[in-house]
């Protein structure tokens, strides 16, 4: 019957999860918990410079700007992003692009070529659900979805670029080119994007934001790096991305998730964030204990609200 299979909308996040541990995912998308963190500087932070820098896009596409008021961010806060986005305009006061679009989100359907049950490629549409002639079975095409910061075209070549942005502190590593060689996020942002727009990107500009040192001493600095896929690449990680989309799925219907025990720390101590709920000896914590140390997640992508 169709409705066997059930269509995912699946992200880069929930990708990310479920790659590291099925259950995480299962805490985070179905249970819907993350952890009250104590210090939120860092993503107050980053979700401020987002707002200032969409702001300059959006002026510079002469459209009226959105973040005028800082939202409640601390005083001290507002004043180092007033003094980063400062430093980042008088880093960058032209900009080699024209802006096309800001903050779109976007969903794409995972298309399959091959049935995912017997690789069959005599697929159709079949009472309004994918189906597969050689062995009579209904299966799902999954929804990739995600937000771009910007899509920019450049000046010069006329060509069409992701602007992705993101700060970090100054000792982190995480947007070092290196880090970001083979992520998946790359390949499967080039891909929708070419999806949308009907023509081929370039690739992401990779618009990097190192934060001032803690005490002040080091100003903000900033970098760009080109991150280009091919297409081989690109669809190895659609192909990637449907079969997670497939395993959650499965997992949803019979009800298990299971544990990657070998990911609950790492060698340097770090935790997971669901750690504390999978290591008690009588099994999960009280709902009064979960209350304390966890809340209902935010919804971050604007499709999902």
């Known amino acids: 019957m169709p409705g066997r299979w059930k269509t995912l909308k699946i ?45 300059r896009h959006l002026d510079q596409q002469g459209l009226p700007q959105r973040w005028v008021d800082s939202g409640g961010l601390t005083s001290e806060l507002e004043a180092e992003a007033q003094l ?7 880093y960058y006061p032209e900009e080699p692009w024209d802006v096309v679009a ?13 049935c995912p049950h017997c690789q069959s490629r005599r697929l159709g ?32 070549s006329g060509r069409l670029y992701i602007l992705e942005t993101k700060t970090e502190s ?23 994007a070419e999806k949308i727009y009907g023509e ?12 001032q ?39 949803q219907r019979i009800g298990f998730f299971p544990s990657n025990r070998n990911n609950c720390v790492t060698g340097y101590g770090w935790k997971c964030d669901f750690h504390d709920l999978h290591v008690t000896p009588e099994g999960r914590p009280s709902d009064e204990l979960i209350q304390i140390r966890f809340k209902q997640a935010e919804q971050y992508l604007a499709g999902d609200l």
């Open 11 to 55: 992200d880069n996040s929930q990708m990310q999860a479920f790659w590291y541990c099925p259950q995480k995912w299962e805490e985070r998308y179905v249970n819907n918990l993350e952890p009250r963190v104590r210090d939120t500087s860092s993503l107050e932070f980053g979700t401020r410079m987002h707002q200032l820098l969409e702001d």
């Open 84 to 90: 980063t986005f400062e430093a980042y305009c008088a």
């Open 102 to 114: 800001v903050e779109q989100y976007f969903e794409v359907p995972l298309l399959r070529e091959q």
């Open 125 to 156: 549409v079949f009472e309004e659900s994918p189906y597969c002639f050689e062995c009579e079975q209904w299966f799902a095409d999954h929804i990739y979805n995600g937000e771009f910061d910007a899509i920019v075209r450049m000046k010069d």
């Open 170 to 192: 100054r000792s982190s590593k995480s947007n070092s080119p290196e880090a970001w060689i083979s992520r998946s996020q790359v390949g499967l942002y080039q891909w929708a």
């Open 200 to 211: 081929e990107f370039e690739g992401i500009i990779l618009n990097v934001i190192s934060r």
């Open 213 to 251: 040192s803690p005490k002040g001493n080091c100003a903000p600095c900033f970098r760009r790096d080109t991150l280009h896929r091919t297409k081989a690449q690109q669809l190895d990680a659609v192909k990637n991305i449907i079969w997670v989309a497939d395993q959650i799925e499965a997992m």
